[in-house]
T-cell receptor
Framework: KQEVTQIPAALSVPEGENLVLNCSFT??????LQWFRQDPGKGLTSLLLIQSSQREQTSGRLNASLDKSSGRSTLYIAASQPGDSATYLC??????????FGTGTRLTVIP | EAQVTQNPRYLITVTGKKLTVTCSQNMNHEYMSWYRQDPGLGLRQIYYSMNVEVTDKGDVPEGYKVSRKEKRNFPLILESPSPNQTSLYFC?????????????FGPGTRLTVL
């Protein structure tokens, strides 16, 4: 069964820093990987979707990379802002119906 | 506005009292699913539906039922809730399968079973 791990569980950085969040998965037979943001008391917001044939995706200050063969993905956030504070989740799709989630990294950006 | 809605957002109930959490999407999506989120365990899939009248079990289906009579609605039914079903529940939808498409999530329903 696919297992998704996110390390660290929590991260604090000062405003303006660039940072990297990590996601690893045990089975490289994935169709895609998705990064989400979750704010307290709210649902998940999709940030980036990387198909298995892609190496990276970019949206604004966010850049996600995928190395399927090594079972790793990173989410790079440039010039962090306090509004980036949230929990970031990664999830991998192994088929038409399955999405396996990591437990998330709680990011705090200190003004 | 394109969205997934859930009701209620918060619910406190007692063991054994049947309840339904509604989920509706206005994006004409074929795929819908339910997840529960528990501390330290992440999100786990309960049930999913590929289209009207097509539903199947996810990873943790015990104690739950679903139906998909209309494309836009996918209610989650707890026939006899127990305290171990206290959790944060999310409904999600996707245009088609998860092979190509991202999922859109509802705001969540926080359920407490006493």
């Amino acid at each position: 069964k696919q297992e998704v791990t996110q390390i660290p569980a929590a991260l604090s950085v000062p405003e303006g820093e660039n940072l990297v969040l990590n996601c690893s998965f045990t089975d490289s037979a994935i169709y895609n990987l998705q990064w989400f943001r979750q704010d307290p008391g709210k649902g998940l917001t999709s940030l980036l979707l990387i198909q298995s044939s892609q190496r990276e995706q970019t949206s604004g200050r966010l850049n996600a990379s995928l190395d399927k063969s090594s079972g790793r993905s990173t989410l790079y956030i440039a010039a962090s802002q306090p509004g980036d504070s949230a929990t970031y989740l990664c999830a991998v799709s192994t088929g038409a119906n399955n999405l396996f989630f990591g437990t998330g990294t709680r990011l705090t950006v200190i003004p | 506005e394109a969205q997934v809605t859930q009701n209620p957002r918060y619910l406190i109930t007692v063991t054994g009292k049947k309840l339904t959490v509604t989920c509706s999407q206005n994006m004409n999506h074929e795929y819908m699913s339910w997840y529960r989120q528990d501390p330290g365990l992440g999100l786990r899939q309960i049930y999913y539906s590929m289209n009207v009248e097509v539903t199947d079990k996810g990873d943790v289906p015990e104690g739950y039922k679903v139906s998909r009579k209309e494309k836009r609605n996918f209610p989650l039914i707890l026939e006899s809730p127990s305290p171990n079903q206290t959790s944060l529940y999310f409904c999600a939808s996707s245009p088609r399968s998860l092979r190509e498409n991202e999922q859109f999530f509802g705001p969540g329903t926080r359920l407490t079973v006493l």
